[in-house]
């Protein structure tokens, strides 16, 4: 800590902005870190002082929650879809409006490719705009339901591919687009908006580095919503509206260093050789 801080002085006394926000950025961090290691600490010893072993109440308190996790789950599958709402369409504190985007993917013949079986966008408020449930082209091959959540009615009266897209195409145009795998998603949409229009949270390494992640290591939602937000998602077949809400949710956590470093033009302030090396390297 006392290096970085020195090294904090230093940049101000040199007036360098970008290498004094990298510095906060990784005290922040190493804090970060350093806090998880004695929650863990604090953990471990209350756990061998009592053996090891939990009580009657905390495994009542652990089942309730489970239990109200799966509910949450059955809920969102359960809700209404194909609701479209434009109105909904607000603007950011940036020029173009942000939207985050998720799809749940099915198995089409005849070799299983994936195709989308529902969409779902929310705006900045994480407030649904678009959910739908999607008959794609082809025949079914595989639902996917372990993952996706879909089953054969979901898909008997949705709405057709064609239809669908020409509400999803509107609602994207002109606005910058969350989401995570994003180009996943846009290739069994068929679309591909401007790469200056992503923000691809699977893709930007800062968050790996606040999540305790290797730098080389792809991290799913599941562990960034985890680990950055301490929200639990997937724990049973995917919601793409909970998915898109933890997308957008995770992107605020870096939303202005992001847009600053897009706006700016200046590609250094997230580099490799910014951060320590242990950090770069791996976990």
Known sequence: ?????NKCKLCMSNGSAHALQVSLFVSCYLLRSLNCVQQHMGRTVEDVSRGQSASNGDLD???RKRRRTTSETAQCLATPLARINPERLGASLLEKPIV???????GVSPRNVSAVGRC????????????A?????????????????IRPYHLRDAIPFRDAIKSIRKILDDHIVVGHELAHDFRALGISPPDSTRRDTARFKPLRALAGLGMNDTPSLRVLSSRLLGRRIQCGPHC???????ALD?????EHAWEQQLLSGNDLLFQDQFWPVDLVAGN
């Open 133 to 149: 449930y999607i008959r794609p082209h082809g025949s079914i091959s595989d639902y996917r339901t372990a993952w996706s959540g």
């Open 61 to 63: 308190a652990r089942i």
């Open 240 to 246: 793409s509206v909970e998915d898109a809400q933890a």
């Open 120 to 131: 779902s966008i929310v705006d900045y408020k994480g407030e649904v705009l678009f959910d």
């Open 1 to 5: 800590f006392t290096h970085v801080l």
């Open 250 to 254: 995770i992107y605020k956590v870096v």
């Open 100 to 106: 985050s985007l998720d799809c749940e993917m099915v």
